[in-house]
């Protein structure tokens, strides 16, 4: 196997600590095994790139430039499609014409989605990301809850700590499991986690509930976003009326079913309207709202201002 040699793509506002944690696992392993990898900065035109928190990083090369790297990584921002350009997708679609395979840590994946480099391929993001993307790119598998994907053609994360198990699994794939445990014992990981492994607490944690039917109920409410559904068709899959439904979640979380469901609906909208392009009736109407008014009323109910005013406030994830 041909082990990767790495340009990594800085796109502005760029994730830092997304970055760090792909080069990071890299260098240690070339401290134990000199010259296991290879890589360097690239950007679209060479100039310094702002990252997200503010730290300039000035790349070694441009995109265009002749290059022995077989792995070109998109490393974008919170607003990943701002960036994007004609220019920069066919200058990825050369690479991959030329041979090299392609990687993305969270939003990085919407850059090479633009470019149509991904219909045949399963990808993962940070799982606020999750819902838009599939909204832009339904044709693209994406394994929304996995940490990281690994194939021979692309590699992608759901973020920093993610990005740290990919490039340990990398290293272990390359160089065998011995190496990459000694990595993970400098950067005080402990262990090589799963790419199977969840990026988010399962329901039980999140919500410090741990009834098993309370759980179920909150599962398949995830699932159903855009098509709510009503309290009688939640109940009766785990066996109880809706009634006892109602008494179960106060019990348990203090609130009725469907006002706990309100509110996983409206966290979907926040995320879209601060992760995605969509219109905000088109959000609505993806979280299960029939009317632009009764969206509104909601939204400013659970989040204090207005659909129109949270989009405009964006803030960066690190």
Same mark, same amino acid.
Request: charged share 25%; with cysteine; glycine share 6%.
């Given at each position: 196997m041909t082990r990767p040699i790495f340009d990594f793509l800085l796109l502005p506002e760029f994730s830092f600590i997304g970055f760090a944690a792909l080069v990071e696992p890299l260098r240690i392993a070339n401290r134990f095994q000199p010259d296991a990898y290879r890589w360097r900065m690239v950007g679209v035109d060479g100039q310094p790139v702002t990252a997200s928190n503010g730290i300039d990083l000035h790349p070694q090369a441009r995109l265009s430039d002749a290059s022995e790297a077989n792995v070109v990584f998109a490393i974008a921002s919170f607003n990943p499609l701002a960036h994007y350009t004609q220019a920069l997708g066919r200058l990825l679609q050369q690479r991959v014409q030329q041979g090299a395979s392609l990687g993305a840590i969270d939003t990085g994946c919407f850059v090479l989605a633009e470019a149509g480099l991904l219909q045949r391929e399963s990808v993962t993001l940070h799982w606020e990301a999750v819902p838009a993307f599939q909204e832009r790119y339904p044709l693209v598998h994406v394994q929304?809850?996995?940490?990281?994907?690994?194939?021979?053609t692309l590699m992608t994360s759901a973020g920093a700590m993610a990005s740290v198990d990919l490039m340990l699994e990398v290293?272990?794939?390359?160089?065998?499991?011995?190496?990459?445990?000694?990595?993970?014992?400098?950067?005080?990981?402990?262990?090589?986690?799963?790419?199977?492994?969840?990026?988010?607490?399962?329901?039980?944690?999140?919500?410090?509930?741990?009834?098993?039917?309370?759980?179920?109920?909150?599962?398949?409410?995830?699932?159903?976003?855009?098509?709510?559904?009503?309290?009688?068709?939640?109940?009766?899959?785990?066996?109880?009326?809706?009634?006892? /439904? *109602? %008494?179960?979640?106060?019990?348990?979380?203090?609130? #009725?079913?469907?006002?706990?469901?309100?509110? &996983?609906? /409206? *966290? %979907?909208?926040?995320?879209?309207?601060?992760?995605? #392009?969509?219109?905000?009736?088109?959000?609505? &109407?993806?979280?299960?709202?029939?009317?632009a008014s009764a969206f509104s009323r909601g939204y400013r109910r659970q989040h204090g201002m207005a659909p129109s005013e949270d989009r405009k406030e964006r803030p960066q994830r690190q």
């Open positions: 929304g809850e996995a940490r990281f994907t690994l194939s021979p290293i272990s794939r390359d160089h065998g499991h011995a190496l990459a445990l000694r990595v993970s014992e400098q950067l005080v990981s402990g262990w090589v986690r799963d790419r199977a492994d969840h990026q988010r607490l399962q329901i039980s944690v999140r919500y410090k509930v741990h009834n098993a039917k309370v759980v179920q109920v909150i599962e398949r409410m995830e699932l159903h976003i855009e098509s709510p559904l009503s309290c009688d068709a939640l109940a009766g899959p785990i066996g109880v009326t809706r009634r006892q /439904l *109602e %008494r179960l979640f106060q019990d348990h979380l203090n609130v #009725s079913p469907l006002q706990f469901y309100l509110c &996983l609906r /409206l *966290e %979907r909208a926040r995320h879209l309207l601060r992760q995605s #392009s969509m219109g905000i009736i088109e959000i609505g &109407l993806a979280c299960g709202f029939a009317s």
